[in-house]
């Protein structure tokens, strides 16, 4: 029973681990281009900029960040995040606060 518990303990860690990741991948990475809108990035949680790209669909986002699109180098500053990790910083980028 104690097992279970711990386990229990670690998976709900685990998701709010996770949640504080996505904003600390945002203020590493992401924030440089998307709090300005330098070089024309889309600002960070301004849903109308981002609705036109949203449009185009997630794959082809990701797509974007791995390979780089018009002024935003390859991984767009994050070398190490995975597909799902570009996802979800796409996801929170897009939306508001």
Known sequence: MKGLVAG???IMMAGAASAATVEER???????????GAAG????HDEAAW???????????????KEGYNAMPPKGMC???????????IEYMSKSK
């Open 8 to 10: 229990i303990a670690l």
């Open 26 to 36: 945002y203020n590493s990475s992401c924030t440089f281009c998307h709090t300005s």
């Open 79 to 89: 070398n190490d995040c995975s597909d799902d990790e570009y996802r979800a910083l």
């Open 51 to 65: 609705k036109p790209l949203l449009a185009k669909g997630m794959d082809t986002l990701v797509k974007h960040v």
């Open 41 to 44: 990035a889309p600002k960070a």
